[in-house]
């Protein structure tokens, strides 16, 4: 069974909007991660949260995680036309050292 | 560049006819994945290497198996496609480190195609 679900399944937005892309998972986490995937393509790592840490920026991204309510948020302000692409959000169970559980994805759509 | 190669980009089998996939990474890593996903799905974890430690998922049919000859290279081989096997194949690679899952490094992918 899939460790992580994420909300919504899709997004649309104008460019320069905020996008919020939110991830439920089950098990105790190491660390919490976010993948972007662009049609046909490959996964791209987008960055990582470890389970001690609530909140990280990356550029344009912003990462939450709440351990007690086992959710992570990722915003991406200030929108692209190129930011257009499924987004995963992936976990580590702590039992498992060297494998990811990834969620649902949630397909985002920036409208120019 | 450092990277994981995956070849070919598209590949199109015949029903029960054998197929290979091929990935190569340049990262030195010693973890590789093979995933398999399907059209607006999760990426679905079939097995791992850790170094030559092959590690299969529970639910991975005996269709699929790997080789990883060394380091830098590890096959994904379906014995007998199915219709059902059509999906993007994705390698992934990781350095395996105490505390938990690192990030892992993606390939293109090798879309299947079972005709």
Redesign the interface.
Known sequence: SQQGEEDPQALSIQEGENATMNCSYKTSINNLQWYRQNSGRGLVHLILIRSNEREKHSGRLRVTLDTSKKSSSLLITASRAADTASYFCATDSSGSARQLTFGSGTQLTVLP | DAM?I?NPRYQVTQFGKPVTLSCSQTLNHN?MYWYQQKS????K?LF?Y?DKDF?NEADTPDNFQSRRPNTSFCFLDIRSPGLGDAA?Y?C?T?R??????????????T?LLVL
């Open positions: 994981v995956q973890v607006s799905q999760a990426p974890l791992h850790y590690n993007m994705l992934a990781s395996a480190l105490t505390g938990g899952q690192e990030t892992q490094y993606f390939g293109p992918g879309r």
